[in-house]
């Protein structure tokens, strides 16, 4: 990577763009101090139906999408979830792999490859609501919204009083590397060379093939949206998800280091292989307008932009447990398909997926999923072929 001193120097920007931003984020927050819900929310029925207006989806970078899946479903697949861990010993061999990391009960579970998960990844409603969120980018000539590929990660089961799962307002898929990576600042383009103001955070061009980065927080998926799925009731104070609902703040982000304030070798506390942190003494005018998300039913499910700053509440204050399977939109394209190669062998030997620490938690689990469990179309979304081999994909 570029030394961040000597990468400032060579660009000059036009800070108004942020300045924008920052009048935005204000509205924001003083609409959310009146009591206004800030994410859209909207009947998964409507989007199968095709019956839906995108536009504050697009502006807010998020989503509740309601009866993603039928109640009952996600109620079943959670009770099949906990008596897949308790059969497979799952707390103590999670507390064997992480030792210290969880004092009582593990709150998020290193488990890939239940049943529960895969039906939901390869289920036709999911399927549809993927192909409508994959259709808000633009540059649908470099993928393919209709055919998401699986991309594989956790659960979360955060019971009550739990303060230990607390993760502050943060972007993931990168951190230094926005800024002197080439291949993770290609998406930002604009906001370094031309206009920040015409930047598009929809724009999927530069997002499709897999970056050469050595930025570890760097995700190998384009993930279109990030997401999870509701298996319990949750809501705000329940210990769940908190968003800066709108889109564009990642162009306050990227120019902060360049104001005044900040000194030449800082990037405001970016540093690779770690989180991309907005912190309360670099980016405070956006923490403003950090909001809960409303309250959610099993079956619902929550969708963010990559770029969308997002926090986990610091404690589960509510009754019951939390407990949601983390799902993404990932369409066909040569960056996923690429994730997929790398994934598929995971699956097969029950292994962590590469993006995640190797736990291999579910190598030897009594009924973990195996490709006899995949659909056609999960098949095609794992990227396996009749004989549960690698399929090469579309050229």
């Not at 204000?26 to 839906?52: C, S, T």
């Not at 008596?83 to 593990?106: E, I, M, Q, V």
């Not at 210990?239 to 800066?244: I, S």
């Not at 983390?326 to 066909?332: H, T």
Request: with cysteine; proline share 9%; charged share 25%.
């Amino acid at each position: 990577m570029a030394d961040i001193a000597t990468f400032k120097r060579q660009v000059a920007l036009d800070l108004r763009a942020a300045e924008a931003v920052r009048r935005a984020v204000a509205v924001l927050a003083a609409r959310a101090a009146d009591g206004e819900v800030l994410v859209p929310q909207i009947a998964g029925d409507a989007i199968v139906a095709g019956e839906v207006d995108a536009r504050d989806v697009r502006e807010r970078g998020c989503v509740v999408v309601r009866g993603l899946f039928a109640r009952a479903q996600a109620a079943a697949w959670d009770r099949e979830l906990a008596a897949y861990l308790h059969a497979n010993d799952a707390d103590a061999r999670t507390h064997a792999k992480r030792p210290g990391r969880w004092p009582g009960a593990p709150q998020i579970y290193s488990v890939y490859w239940s049943v529960p998960q895969i039906a939901a990844r390869q289920h036709p409603r999911f399927a549809a609501v993927a192909a409508w969120l994959n259709g808000l980018w633009h540059g649908t000539e470099h993928f393919d919204p209709g055919a998401n590929c699986t991309y594989a990660d956790r659960i979360r089961r955060r019971t009550p009083g739990d303060a230990t799962l607390a993760l502050g307002p943060h972007i993931d898929g990168g951190t230094a590397g926005r800024w002197l990576d080439p291949a993770l600042r290609a998406p930002y383009r604009a906001v370094f060379e031309s206009d920040p103001a015409a930047f598009d955070p929809f724009d999927a061009t530069d997002r499709v093939t897999a970056p050469a980065t050595d930025d570890a927080n760097a995700c190998s998926a384009f993930r279109t949206w990030q997401g999870w799925t509701a298996l319990t009731a949750q809501g705000p104070g329940d210990g769940t998800l908190q968003v800066v609902p709108l889109t564009r703040a990642i162009v306050w982000v990227l120019l902060r280091p360049f104001a005044r304030d900040v000194p030449e070798a800082s990037l405001c506390g970016a540093e690779s292989a770690r989180a991309l942190w907005i912190t309360e003494d670099w980016h405070a005018p956006l923490l403003r307008a950090l909001v809960p998300i409303p309250h959610v039913e099993p079956g619902d499910a929550v969708f963010w932009h990559p770029d969308l700053i997002h926090a986990v509440e610091p404690v589960h204050a509510g009754r019951t447990p939390s407990n949601v399977m983390y799902i993404p939109a990932v369409p066909d394209c040569p960056r996923n398909r690429a994730m997929q190669a790398r994934q598929l062998p995971a699956f097969l030997e029950g292994r962590s997926p590469p993006d995640f620490p190797p736990d291999d938690l579910e190598v030897d689990f009594a009924g973990r999923a195996t490709s006899a469990s995949l659909s056609p179309e999960g098949r095609r979304q794992m990227g396996v072929d009749e004989r549960g081999r690698r399929n090469p994909g579309r050229d």
